[in-house]
C-alpha cells in the first residue's frame, strides 16, 4: 500500500468532523450576529477557558463520563443495534450500585470492584431485556430501549424513597441511598497542576474500556461476528454467525458498559445517588458515538470536544452572549456530522473503485508491452 | 479511466447488442447514457441533437429509458400502480387511475406486453415482471431503450418471449441497446453488435458475420473455453446424503417436498429449476441458514441436521451463495476480512478466540496469487472489485481449509467470460479432488457441461432426472417448467 493511499484515506477520516465542526461554528455565528451578540467575542471566551486548571479538571471529568456513555451507545452501534437505552441502564445501575456500596462493608479495593461489577450487571440485566424481546419477539430495540427508560425513571423513582433505598440527608431536601464509605470511595488524581480539584480516579476505567472496546472488535472472532452482523446481516448468517445471539451478546456489552457511566461521579465525588444525580448522559453518549465515528479514538476526541463546549459554555454568560448558543452548536455538528460521514464514505468508496480499476489498467498495459 | 474512446452508433428500429467482460465498462457506458455520470469528454446525441445528460430525469425527458438487471418494482402493489410510481396522472389533486390504466393498455396493446393492470406484482412471474418493467419505462415516452441482461433471470421460454416482444418494439421504431453475456442470445436478436474490451470499443459486427465463439475471442482478445468436463471422477462413496427432507414456512406454505438425493466424493450434481422452486430453501437448509420440518442431511456417515450453520462449515462444507453481494461478502471491508468470513473460526484467520490478522493476511495474498484475483492489493475494499474477481476471491476463500463438500449456487452470475472459465476450471479442480459439489445453476449450458448429473426442481419437489450426457437445453427447459415429465 502507498504511503499516498494512506494519507488520503487519513485526509478523509478527519475531513469529515473538522467540516462539521467549521459549518456548526458558521451557524453559530450567524445565530449569534443576527440576535445581537458578536461570535468572535464568544469564540475568544470559550478558548480563553482552555487555559484555566478548574475547567481543564472539569473538562476531563465530564469527558470520562462521555466517554463511556458513547463507548456503550458505539458497541450496538457496531451491530447496527440503536441503544438509546444506555440513559436508563446507567441510571439503574448507579442507583443500585450506590444503594449496594452504601450497606455492604468490605475491604477498599473489594468494595470498588464489587460496586463495578454490581452496575455492570444491572446495565447489563437491563439492556439484555431488549435484546430477548428483540430476538424472541422482534421488539426493535429503539422502541423498547426508549420505554425502559421511561420504566428505570419509574423504578428509581419507587426505590429512592425513606425506608426503601434512600436516606434523607441531614440539612437538606434531598434524598439518596445511604453515603458509601471511604473503602468504597475511589481516590481523585492530582494530574492538573494549579487548582484544588481532582481528575476522578475512574478516568484510568474509561482508558481501560477503551482500549478493551479497541481489543475485542478489532482483534478477536467475537468482534469479528459482531461488526460483520452489523455490516451485513444475511452474509454474516452464511458465514455461520448465529445473528439472535449476537444480538443478544452485543445488548449484554453495551449495557454493561452503561452501568460504568455513573461510576465516576458516584464512587469520585457524589458517594450517593441522590436526586441531583447527573441524567441525560446516555443521549449525550448517542452524539459523541456518533462524532466519534464508533471508533476507541475518535470517541475519545469526541468526548474532549463536547465536554470542552459544556464546561465553557458558562463563561459566555459573563460577556452576556447566552450559553444556549454552545447546545445550537452542539446541535448543528451531530446533525452535519451525520451528513458528512455519509458524503466520505460514498466518495471514499468511489474513489477507490476508481483507483483499484486505473491501477489494474495500468498493471495490464505494462505486462502487454512486455509479452 | 472506466471508459475511453468508445464510440456507439444505435439506429431507430433495431437492437443494438453490447457485449463485454464483466468490468469492461459496459454498465459506465450504460449509466453515461442514461444520466448517471458525466463523461470527461466527448458526446452524446440523442436524435441527432447533442444532448448533456446529468441525471437520469434528463435521459428520461430526453426518451431514454433504462430496465435495471434487478428489477425495481414494490411487489405490494399492482402493476398500474408500479408503473405510474413516480410520474403520476393527476385530474386535480387526485390521481388519474382510469386514464393511466387506459395508457397501460393502450401501450400493452400497441407492443404486445399482455399487461394485467390490477395484478399484484408479487403474483407475477420473472418474465411477466420484466415486462411490467419495460412498460413502465414505456409508459414515460421511452424511445431508446437500454436493457442491462435481461435474459439472465429467464428460462429459455420466457427469453423468446422476451425477444418477440423486443421485435415488436423494433418495429414501432424504438432504439433498443441489449446488454448481455450470453452470445447466443444476442446472435438471436441483435441487428448490430458492439464488443467492448477494456473500457473502449473494439469493434461493432453484424450477427450474420459472426459466430458466438469468434465474438467471445473479440471480447477475452483470447480463445475461448468450454464448460465440458471430461472423464468422470464419480466414487460410489456418499459424501452427502439427503433424505425425505421437508420444509414449511411459517405461513403452512411448503417449500420443499421430500427431498432425497446423495452426492457421492467426486460427483457433481446439478439442480436445473426456474427461479423460485425451492433451490435457495435448498441450498440454505443444507447449510443449517433454515431448519427443516422433516428429514435428514448426512455429511458423510455423520447426521448433521441438528448442526449451525457454523459447526457445518468448520465440518467441510463450503458455500458459494447465490447473491454473493448479500450473502457472500462484507462490500465495505477489505480483501483480507472478507477472506475470514465464513472462516473466522479456524487457522490461519484465527487462533483460539483471537483473530490472526497476520494469518489471514498472508492467505489472502496466496488466494489473489493462485485464484488469479485482479486486485492492487488485499486492503482495497470488496467493492473496488469486478463481479468476477470478487467471485474468485470466494471461490478461493471456500476452497481453503480442504472442504469435502461444496455447494455452488449461481457460481458464474454476472461474471465475465474470463472469470466464467476460471470458475469452471476451479469447479472441475474441486471435482477432480474428490469433493462432493451440489451446482445450482440458471445457465443450463453451464449445468449440463459441469454435472455428472443433473435433477430438475419444480415447486419444490426433484421431478425428474436428466442425463448430462444426452439431455438438451430445450428438454432441461421444457422439464423445469412442468410442461412434459423426464427429460
Redesign the interface.
Known amino acids: 500500500?502507498s504511503g499516498r493511499f494512506d494519507l488520503r484515506r487519513i485526509a478523509l477520516a478527519v475531513a469529515a468532523p473538522v467540516l462539521a465542526i467549521l459549518f456548526a461554528m458558521l451557524v453559530t455565528s450567524v445565530v449569534l450576529i443576527v440576535s445581537g451578540n458578536d461570535p468572535i467575542v464568544a469564540y475568544v471566551t470559550m478558548f480563553e477557558q482552555l487555559g484555566k486548571p478548574r475547567i481543564q479538571v472539569n473538562i476531563l471529568n465530564s469527558a470520562t463520563t462521555y466517554y463511556l456513555s458513547a463507548v456503550a451507545v458505539a458497541v450496538g452501534f457496531r451491530m447496527n443495534l440503536f441503544n438509546i437505552g444506555v440513559d436508563g441502564q446507567y441510571r439503574l445501575a448507579a442507583m443500585l450500585a450506590a444503594a449496594f456500596a452504601g450497606t455492604v462493608t468490605l475491604p477498599p479495593v473489594l468494595h470498588v470492584g464489587l460496586t463495578i461489577v454490581v452496575a455492570m450487571m444491572v446495565g447489563a440485566f437491563w439492556a439484555g431485556i431488549a435484546g430477548i424481546l428483540r430476538t424472541t419477539r422482534g421488539v426493535s430495540e429503539v422502541i423498547s430501549t426508549i420505554m425502559l427508560n421511561f420504566i428505570a425513571t419509574g423504578v428509581v423513582a419507587y426505590l429512592l424513597t425513606p425506608g426503601r433505598l434512600a436516606v434523607t440527608t441531614q440539612g437538606s431536601n434531598n434524598i439518596g441511598t445511604a453515603p458509601i464509605p471511604p473503602s468504597g470511595q475511589v481516590p481523585g488524581l492530582s494530574i492538573i497542576p494549579g487548582t484544588t480539584n481532582l481528575v476522578f480516579g475512574l478516568i484510568i476505567l474509561a482508558i481501560v474500556i477503551g482500549i478493551a472496546y479497541w481489543f475485542l472488535m478489532?482483534?478477536?472472532?467475537?468482534?469479528?461476528?459482531l461488526r460483520?452482523a452489523g455490516?451485513?446481516e444475511?452474509?454474516a448468517?452464511?458465514?455461520?454467525?448465529?445473528v439472535k445471539r449476537m444480538i443478544v451478546y452485543a445488548m449484554l456489552l453495551s449495557g454493561a458498559v452503561a452501568g460504568l457511566v455513573g461510576m465516576p461521579q458516584l464512587l469520585g465525588s457524589s458517594y450517593s445517588y441522590g436526586l441531583d444525580f447527573p441524567t441525560g448522559l446516555g443521549f449525550t453518549g448517542i452524539a459523541i458515538a456518533l462524532l466519534g465515528r464508533n471508533s476507541p479514538v475518535g470517541i475519545a476526541f469526541a468526548a474532549l470536544l463536547w465536554s470542552f463546549l459544556d464546561n465553557s459554555s458558562n463563561s459566555l454568560e459573563f460577556e452576556g452572549v447566552p450559553k444556549q448558543a454552545v447546545l445550537i452548536m452542539q446541535g448543528v455538528i451531530v446533525l452535519s456530522v451525520v451528513i458528512a460521514y455519509e458524503i466520505v464514505?460514498r466518495y471514499r468508496?468511489r474513489i477507490?473503485?476508481?483507483?483499484?480499476?486505473?491501477?489494474?489498467?495500468a498493471?495490464?498495459s505494462d505486462k502487454e508491452v512486455v509479452a | 479511466m472506466a471508459n475511453s474512446d468508445v464510440n456507439l452508433v444505435v439506429q431507430r428500429g433495431t437492437v443494438h447488442a453490447i457485449v463485454g467482460e464483466n468490468g469492461a465498462g459496459k454498465s459506465t457506458l450504460m449509466k453515461t447514457l442514461y444520466g448517471m455520470h458525466r463523461p470527461d469528454s466527448g458526446t452524446v446525441r440523442i436524435d441527432g441533437k447533442a444532448a448533456v445528460l446529468t441525471s437520469p430525469s434528463d435521459a428520461i425527458e430526453r426518451g431514454v429509458g433504462m430496465v435495471h438487471q434487478h428489477f425495481q418494482l414494490a411487489d405490494n402493489l399492482t402493476v398500474l400502480e408500479n408503473v405510474v410510481l413516480g410520474s403520476e396522472p393527476r385530474k386535480g389533486v387526485r390521481l388519474d387511475f382510469p386514464e393511466a390504466r387506459r395508457r397501460i393498455l393502450e401501450i400493452s396493446d400497441r407492443y404486445g406486453l399482455d399487461a394485467r393492470p390490477d395484478v399484484l406484482v408479487e403474483e407475477l412471474g420473472v418474465g411477466e415482471r420484466q415486462r411490467v418493467e419495460i412498460l413502465k419505462v414505456l409508459y414515460r415516452g421511452a424511445r431508446t431503450l437500454i436493457l442491462d441482461e435481461p435474459t439472465a433471470v429467464l428460462v429459455p421460454q420466457e427469453v423468446d418471449e422476451l425477444f418477440d416482444a423486443l421485435r415488436e418494439l423494433k418495429s414501432e421504431g424504438l432504439a433498443i441497446i441489449f446488454i448481455s453475456h450470453k452470445l447466443d442470445e444476442v446472435l438471436k436478436v441483435a441487428d448490430e453488435i458492439t464488443v467492448i474490451r477494456r473500457g473502449s470499443t473494439v469493434a461493432t459486427v453484424l450477427p450474420g458475420e459472426v459466430t458466438s465463439r469468434e465474438l467471445a475471442e473479440l471480447m477475452v482478445g483470447s480463445e475461448l473455453p468450454t464448460a465440458e468436463t471430461r472423464e468422470s471422477t464419480v466414487t460410489d462413496v456418499a459424501e452427502l446424503t439427503v433424505s425425505d427432507l421437508s420444509l414449511v414456512d411459517r405461513t403452512g406454505r411448503t417449500l420443499l417436498d421430500d427431498v432425497s438425493f446423495t452426492i457421492h466424493r467426486g460427483e457433481v450434481l446439478g439442480i436445473a429449476g426456474v427461479e423460485g422452486n425451492g433451490q435457495a430453501e435448498l441450498v440454505e437448509s443444507l447449510m443449517g441458514m433454515r431448519h427443516v420440518s422433516a428429514g435428514t442431511v448426512r455429511l458423510g456417515e455423520i447426521d448433521v441436521t441438528d448442526w449451525s450453520t457454523r459447526r457445518r462449515r468448520e465440518g467441510g462444507m463450503a458455500y458459494i451463495a447465490e447473491d454473493r453481494i448479500r450473502h457472500g461478502l462484507l462490500l465495505e471491508s477489505p480483501l483480507w476480512e472478507n477472506r475470514m468470513l465464513g472462516h473466522q473460526t479456524v487457522p490461519p484467520n484465527s487462533k483460539g478466540a483471537l483473530l490472526d490478522i497476520r494469518g489471514a493476511k498472508r492467505d489472502t495474498e496466496r488466494i489473489v496469487t493462485d485464484y488469479d484475483v485482479r486486485t492492487p492489493s488485499i486492503d482495497v475494499l470488496a467493492s473496488a472489485l469486478s463481479g468476477g474477481n470478487q467471485q474468485k476471491l470466494i471461490v478461493g476463500r471456500e476452497m481453503s481449509g480442504d472442504p469435502t463438500m461444496l455447494i455452488a449456487s449461481h457460481p458464474t452470475r454476472g461474471v465475465d467470460v474470463g472469470a466464467q472459465a476460471a470458475i469452471w476450471d476451479l469447479l472441475r479442480d474441486a471435482r477432480a479432488k474428490g469433493l462432493a459439489v451440489l451446482l445450482i445453476s440458471a445457465d443450463l449450458d453451464e449445468l449440463i457441461g459441469l454435472s455428472d448429473s443433473i435433477k430438475v426442481i419444480l415447486r419444490g419437489r426433484l421431478v425428474a432426472d436428466a442425463d448430462p450426457a444426452t439431455v438438451t437445453p430445450e428438454q432441461l427447459g421444457s422439464a423445469m417448467t412442468g410442461a412434459e415429465g423426464a427429460a
Not at chain 1, 218 to 225: C, I, K, N, S, Y
Request: charged letters at 25%; aromatic letters at 6%; zero cysteines.
Open positions: 500500500m478489532g482483534r478477536t472472532r467475537f468482534g469479528f461476528d460483520a455490516a451485513s444475511p452474509a448468517v452464511a458465514s455461520g454467525v448465529d464514505r468508496i477507490v473503485a476508481r483507483d483499484v480499476g486505473r491501477r489494474l489498467a498493471a495490464t
